[in-house]
T-cell receptor
Framework: DTGVSQDPRHKITKRGQNVTFRCDPI?????LYWYRQTLGQGPEFLTY????????KSRLLSDRFSAERPKGSFSTLEIQRTEQGDSAMYLC???????????FGPGTRLTVL | QKEVEQNSGPLSVPEGAIASLNCTYS??????FFWYRQYSGKSPELIMF????GDKEDGRFTAQLNKASQYVSLLIRDSQPSDSATYLC????????????FGGGTRLMVKP
């Protein structure tokens, strides 16, 4: 499968725990985006990378959130001290260039109890 | 005013009919527009994009763009029950990142 992949697909955690998600973009895509989607809403932008550089972060990304893309390939999104309000689908997307379309992975559904 | 607005629906159409989904946007500088389809519990899937005023057709799908009125629409001809999903309109922000701003989506129900 040459599409965007995400791991895990589902994560259930207790409030206060840390969680980490992984995204593997389409191999030739140098841009990688993280979005968050809650029920009944469209996805909301969190952050994006061009190669290994994190170039923009949304105000939605509190200091409990951190994202990395160390070698310009896969990316991780970590949430520290999870809160119930963090429960959502976390979506990763990648694109070849600034002007090209973004393709989404299957998402990681986070449930914080 | 939200940056990208869609009627949440549900929009219910009978099988074989034309479904018309609308989206308005606030940034007059927007250059490109994307339609994604999202089945329940799944991630968004790109189905159409349009850059120029007018119509763009791809199979049963037609995207229509009117930059002067700041709206973009998606027509689905010969609607099938398998088209039942939420349709998301997305507009890239007019900056180097081109991150997408999504509308809330319109839920389409095609009844057999």
């Amino acid at each position: 499968d040459t599409g965007v992949s995400q791991d895990p697909r589902h994560k259930i955690t207790k409030r206060g725990q840390n969680v980490t998600f992984r995204c593997d973009p389409i191999s030739e895509h140098n841009r990688l985006y993280w979005y968050r989607q809650t029920l009944g809403q469209g996805p909301e932008f969190l952050t994006y990378f061009q190669n290994e550089a994190q170039l923009e972060k949304s105000r939605l990304l509190s200091d409990r959130f951190s994202a990395e893309r160390p070698k310009g390939s896969f990316s991780t999104l970590e949430i520290q001290r999870t809160e119930q309000g963090d429960s959502a689908m976390y979506l990763c997307a990648s694109s070849f260039s600034q002007l090209s379309e973004q393709f989404f992975g299957p998402g990681t559904r986070l449930t914080v109890l | 005013q939200k940056e990208v607005e869609q009627n949440s629906g549900p929009l219910s159409v009978p099988e074989g009919a034309i479904a018309s989904l609308n989206c308005t946007y606030s940034d007059r500088g927007s250059q490109s527009f994307f339609w994604y389809r999202q089945y329940s519990g799944k991630s968004p899937e790109l189905i159409m994009f349009i850059y120029s005023n007018g119509d763009k057709e791809d199979g049963r799908f037609t995207a229509q763009l009117n930059k002067a009125s700041q709206y973009v629409s998606l027509l689905i001809r010969d609607s099938q029950p398998s088209d039942s999903a939420t349709y998301l309109c997305a507009v890239p922000r007019n900056n180097a990142g081109n991150m997408l701003t999504f509308g809330g989506g319109t839920r389409l129900m095609v009844k057999p």
